[in-house]
């Protein structure tokens, strides 16, 4: 894979778990059980972990209770709240299985990059949602969370393109 695919992949990913950490983590996972990551043996290699079968299952499972909770404009900022937390580092791990295979520097500063986009991506999205909370009727919050879930999906399929 070459340089700048690593780049844009790292970029997309990481700005993704800043959206829907625990979407990025369970379709990473899936991707290394599907193969996509066996055109880069290097790359994929430390992405495995996320292919268990325990951890694969509690994405899923994690992905589901925040798909259902982040349609509720009562539950969504409690749980963004939590999130402030979570995201940041699905982001930081993200950047660090993309460059661990290049040196633990470059990984390092991945997961310190890949945290900071998360966060800033997550903040951006926890402050436009809470405005819509307190003053949109339910189904704007349903239609933007809908969406958020669109874009995430579509950018990661798109990262993964550009990684096969």
Known sequence: MDTLATIVFFLVVCACCGLRCWLVLALSGTAVHLGWFDRVPDMGEPF??????PPLIA??????????????????????????????????????????????LAALAAAVIGNVIALVVHFKKARFRKKLNEKKPLFATVGVSLAEDVVAGLLLWFAFGVLV
């Open 48 to 53: 495995v972990i996320l292919a268990f079968s």
């Open 59 to 104: 994405f899923f499972i994690l992905h589901l209770v925040e798909f259902g909770i982040d349609k509720t404009p009562r539950f969504d900022s409690r749980l963004d709240r939590v999130h402030a937390l979570v995201r940041p580092l699905a982001g930081a791990l993200m950047g660090w299985l993309t460059f661990i295979h290049l040196s633990l």
